[in-house]
């Protein structure tokens, strides 16, 4: 779910910066069959009720392994602009979840700010695919350490990885769909001139 909110948050972003997102729309990545996997095992690990104790410690495996795959994805497009700077934060949300085996620390100073309530995860320490932050958490301030607040949409909480994917995407978002003079949107621009759209 927090991927899903960057990428909402990057392309919000990238429309309050100008960005007309219809240029998206001649935009081809690479291995984009990698990110529908990826999102997929997330969501059946962590959104389809029951799988997770079906899976039983396997979860923590398959939300490792769509971690890898967002890695390869992102490697596989490294050339387009703003991908450099999410792989990082890629590669640093996926470090501090292997590191505390396959669930990212939220202190619960952080979840509760999120407005969700403490015992979802006091209860066994985990919720979804969140670990309650212990003096034992491997790099804890890697983890999820900035809350929303319970009174703005989407509240949640994120690490430093997930504020490098924003910046990241947005970039991304924002060159392809502002008319520079390299940039898709300018030939959207200049169809649109042709066409009196």
Not at 83 to 112: D, H, K, Y
Not at 159 to 183: A, E
Request: hydrophobic share 50%; net charge positive; charged share 10%.
């Amino acid at each position: 779910m927090t991927l899903g909110i960057i990428l909402a948050a990057s392309l919000l972003l990238a429309v309050a910066a100008g960005a007309d997102l219809r240029a998206l729309a001649d935009v081809r990545l690479r291995a984009t069959w990698l990110i529908v996997v990826a999102f997929a095992l997330q969501l059946l690990v962590f959104a389809v009720p029951g799988t997770a104790n079906v899976l039983s410690g396997s979860a923590d495996e398959v939300h490792i392994v769509s971690y890898g795959l967002l890695l390869l994805f992102a490697a596989a497009n490294l050339s387009r602009p703003g991908f450099t700077l999410a792989m990082v934060g890629l590669a640093l949300n996926t470090t501090v979840i292997v590191a505390n085996r396959g669930r990212m620390p939220v202190l619960l100073s952080v979840w509760e700010t999120t407005g969700k309530a403490s015992s979802d995860i006091t209860r066994s320490g985990q919720y979804n695919n969140n670990v309650l932050a212990t003096a034992h958490t491997h790099l804890g301030f890697l983890g999820d350490v900035f809350p929303l607040p319970a009174s703005i949409p989407l509240s949640n909480a994120f690490s430093v990885g997930d504020i490098l994917l924003l910046l990241g995407g947005t970039f991304f978002v924002y060159w392809h769909c502002t008319p520079t003079p390299r940039s898709p949107a300018r030939r959207l621009l200049r169809q649109r001139a042709r066409t009196g759209l």
